[in-house]
Nanobody, 125 residues
């Protein structure tokens, strides 16, 4: 089991930027893919992006391609989500997640066994 703590959410105007961080503890961080998901009010949780254990194998949802960037620092047990050109439709609670199995590369919520508490991102128009 791994513990995840997100930070960096907040209120920003459309077109602005935010950087989310997720600090992990409790197991070998570098062996697991990490992902970001989001859930808007009244909607299902959706995949945003995933990064493989070595920093490669990056995937993005079409809705965030070209605007969001995921990265990780294994030495700091931390994964980041840089969000640029934010839109009101990006408003959601953002969750950090750790892969269930070592060296896995899933994108479904069920491929991730540990979740953070979430951080609110609100983009005003």
């Amino acid at each position: 089991q791994v513990q995840l703590v997100e930070s960096g959410g907040g209120l920003v105007q459309a077109g602005g930027s935010l950087r989310l961080s997720c600090a992990a503890s409790g197991r070998t961080f570098s062996a697991y893919a990490m992902g970001w998901f989001r859930q808007a009010t009244g909607k299902e949780r959706e995949f945003v992006t995933r990064i493989g254990w070595s920093g490669g194998n990056i995937r993005y949802a079409d809705s965030v391609k070209g605007r969001f960037t995921i990265s990780r620092e294994n030495a700091k047990n931390t994964v980041y989500l840089q969000m640029n050109a934010l839109k009101p439709e990006d408003t959601a609670v953002y969750y950090c997640a750790a892969g269930t199995h070592p060296y896995g590369l899933g994108v479904r919520p069920t491929d991730f066994g540990s979740w953070g508490q979430g951080t609110q991102v609100t983009v005003s128009s």
